[in-house]
């Protein structure tokens, strides 16, 4: 049997996931710029997990137990743990925010090629067209970069690591926590984040230039990215499934792109502008392949359904 089909996601749901995921970048940008990175993380992840599981216990929802809550942390660790923490020290580094959501916005290619990998979902020739694209656009994406330092460097690696990360998190969900409440997994993947964030804390170092400013932009990542965007972004992976959340990222960088220019004043350049249009291409191929084996799919379930409703007709004949 192959994977269950799932519904499209609506616009009333895919619009304010998309814009307060795009805010993340700029303002990940502007907390570090006043605060060390780990620090930001220990406030993000601890006040997230606090607001997230006070919510989850008044919503009286079902917490995961067993191998199922061992599931939700994993997949917290990699699709929030990892990201953020390689996201924002690459920030630190000088990456561009909209450097950061292009390289990031191949995660519905990635996540096609592990959903394939780990959920049985082929990769047909429109998704390694997808694949192709997507390496282009991250290659002129960072093109600038590469030139200025002369090859790969740190910020770029991190980046990298981000993008892997967050599509591994994303179909490691889907195949082992679709079943648990989203505010529960939203809680326990925040919580699951807090002790390797705050060692890595300890032993790096903590600083904080402009304490007005830290706590305002914290604020923000807390209660717009962790809790509001990141509690979406759970939501619609049980809902509407890894691949369907993951084609918002052909929209995501360019409103990004422009909250960064809005925000910081980073004008993007010539390739990460490139990098925007080529990437939502490869988006966009990938994401019409994923709405047609949705459409097959449910043909295919159709027909079976018919078939099983003749065969007891003959019976009862």
């Known amino acids: ?126 998704r390694v067209g997808a694949l192709a694209l997507g390496v282009a656009a991250v290659l002129a994406a960072c093109a600038g970069r590469l030139i200025a330092v002369g090859g790969v460097d740190a910020a770029v690696l991190l980046i990298l690591v981000s993008l892997f990360a967050v599509a591994a998190g994303g179909v490691y969900q889907q195949k082992f926590c679709s079943g648990v409440d989203f505010r529960a997994t939203a809680a326990l993947q925040n919580a699951a984040c807090v002790l390797p964030i705050a060692v890595l804390a300890a032993v790096t170092p903590w600083s904080v230039t402009d304490p007005w400013k830290a706590a305002a932009t914290v604020a923000a990542v807390v209660l717009l990215n962790a809790v509001l965007s990141m509690t979406l972004y759970v939501r619609g992976i049980n809902e509407y499934g890894a691949a369907t959340v993951a084609m918002l990222f052909t929209v995501i960088p360019a409103v990004a792109g422009l909250l960064s220019w809005v925000m910081l004043g980073q004008r993007p350049d010539v390739g990460v502008a490139v990098g925007l249009a080529v990437g939502a291409a490869a988006c966009w191929l990938n994401g019409t392949d994923a709405r047609r084996r949705r459409q097959d799919d449910r043909d295919a379930c159709g027909s079976h359904a018919v078939m099983r409703g003749s065969h007891r007709g003959t019976l009862r004949r």
């Not at 699709?79 to 390289?103: D, E, M, R, T, W």
Request: glycine residues 8%; hydrophobic residues 60%.
């Open 1 to 126: 049997m192959g994977p269950v089909p799932r519904p499209s996601m609506p616009l009333r749901t895919a619009a304010p996931l998309t814009f307060f995921y795009a805010l993340g970048y700029p303002i990940g940008a502007l907390a570090v710029s006043v605060m060390s990175p780990m620090a930001v993380l220990v406030f993000r992840f601890g006040l997230a997990a606090a607001i997230l599981s006070a919510w989850a216990a008044a919503a009286r929802v079902k917490w995961p137990t067993g191998r199922t809550l061992v599931h939700v942390l994993i997949s917290g660790l990699l699709a929030q743990g990892v990201l953020f923490s390689c996201l924002y020290l690459a920030l630190l580094h000088g990456a561009p925010a909209v450097l950061g959501a292009v390289i990031i916005s191949m995660n519905p290619v990635v996540t096609a090629v592990l959903a394939a990998m780990f959920l049985g979902e082929g990769m047909t020739p429109a």
